[in-house]
């Protein structure tokens, strides 16, 4: 499985940007899938994951409210959406995949796509 991640960029503090996240293969629908992120000089860090069939999602803390991950199997891709930025979103954003668990945790997922950057200014 590869995954393709897009929809970062610069946005103000209170603003919104949506995180697409898009896997190659035909057995997308088996996969559970998250996002992680981390900032400069921070560790990597979980933010959501929904199920393989989007019945369950889960959520960091502190994106609890903000952020939404939904997903569309039909088109092999899972969102992010992100409303009420803070600049400590600020991150380099990651789209993962696992076939046996929902991703909360950054060790023994299966597949990590190339992060997109998010910014959000002050």
């Known amino acids: 499985v590869q995954l393709q991640a897009s929809g970062g960029g610069l946005v103000q503090a209170g603003g919104s940007l949506r995180l697409s996240c898009v896997a190659s293969g035909r057995t997308f629908s088996s996969y559970n899938m998250g996002w992680f992120r981390q900032a400069p000089g921070g560790e990597r860090e979980f933010v959501s994951a929904?199920?393989?069939?989007?019945?369950?999602?889960y959520y960091a803390d502190s994106v609890k409210g903000r952020f939404t991950i939904s997903r569309d199997n039909a088109k092999n891709t899972v969102y992010l959406q992100m409303n009420s930025l803070k600049p400590e979103d600020t991150a380099v954003y990651y789209c993962?995949?696992?076939?046996?668990?929902?991703?909360?945790?950054?060790?023994?997922?299966?597949?990590w796509g190339k992060g997109t950057q998010v910014t959000v200014s002050s």
């Open positions: 929904i199920s393989w069939s989007g019945a369950n999602t």
């Open positions: 993962v995949a696992d076939r046996s668990t929902v991703p909360r945790r950054d060790y023994g997922v299966d597949y």
